[in-house]
């Protein structure tokens, strides 16, 4: 079975320091992993995706995430948050190898403070 | 180039009303979603559809049925509607390496 986890339910980060956005999971086979974010009243919006290559993807807004296999995670970072960057980000994966769904995380509330 | 289009946005049902929610998507993907979402829960797949003529239950289809009308439609129905499916639901449609999502319908049931 898949499953996602985001251990922390919220992040607070002053505006201008880097963020990072944990994300851990568990595929039985090779995973597709996603992030995506979501405004007040918003459904949710594509950032970046890992499908394979090159581990370190680059996505929307500069936001990057790194894939490491061996720790089964996919944190997402910036190097600079904005105060517009406060949202509700979620981790999803899908098994390469097994069914079509996507799984997603609890989500984890960014706050970025002026 | 729409997307994917969710109707109603907002609703409130009265417990044991019935009521169908509708998705539309324009991108011509096989596969289509309901989700649910619920504070601290994240989204939990209720339904999903991987082509026109099929559908499977989710994590969490007690309470919901679903059809899948032809490639582009994919309706949620409540049969009896409860407290306990107050939330938020979602459409989603996808490629193998991306979903797509509509605005949500945010529904509660008094």
């Known amino acids: 079975a898949q499953s996602v986890a985001q251990p922390e339910d919220q992040v607070n980060v002053a505006e201008g320091n880097p963020l990072t956005v944990k994300c851990t999971y568990s595929?039985?086979?090779?995973?597709?992993l996603f992030w995506y974010v979501q405004y007040p009243n918003r459904g949710l919006q594509f950032l970046l995706k890992?499908?394979?290559?090159?581990?370190l993807v680059k996505g929307s807004y500069g936001f990057e995430a790194e894939f490491n296999k061996s720790q089964t995670s996919f944190h997402l970072k910036k190097p600079s948050a904005l105060v517009s960057d406060s949202a509700l980000y979620f981790c999803?994966?899908?098994?390469?190898?097994?069914?079509?769904?996507?799984?997603f995380g609890p989500g984890t509330r960014l706050s970025v403070l002026p | 180039n729409a997307g994917v289009t969710q109707t109603p946005k907002f609703q409130v049902l009265k417990t044991g009303q019935s009521m169908t929610l509708q998705c539309a998507q324009d991108?011509?993907?096989?596969?289509m979603y309901w989700y649910r979402q619920d504070p601290g829960m994240g989204l939990r797949l209720i339904y999903y559809?991987?082509?026109?003529?099929?559908?499977d239950k989710g994590e969490v289809p007690n309470g919901y049925n679903v059809s899948r009308l032809n490639k582009r439609e994919f309706s949620l129905r409540l049969e009896s509607a409860a407290p306990s499916q107050t939330s938020v639901y979602f459409c989603?449609?996808?490629?193998?390496?991306?979903?797509?999502f509509g605005q949500g319908t945010r529904l509660t049931v008094v």
């Open positions: 991108m011509n993907h096989n596969s």
């Open positions: 595929v039985s086979g090779n995973p597709y």
């Open positions: 999803a994966v899908r098994d390469q190898n097994y069914g079509q769904n996507f799984v």
């Open positions: 559809s991987a082509s026109e003529g099929t559908t």
């Open positions: 989603a449609s996808s490629t193998p390496f991306e979903a797509f």
């Open positions: 890992y499908i394979t290559g090159d581990n």
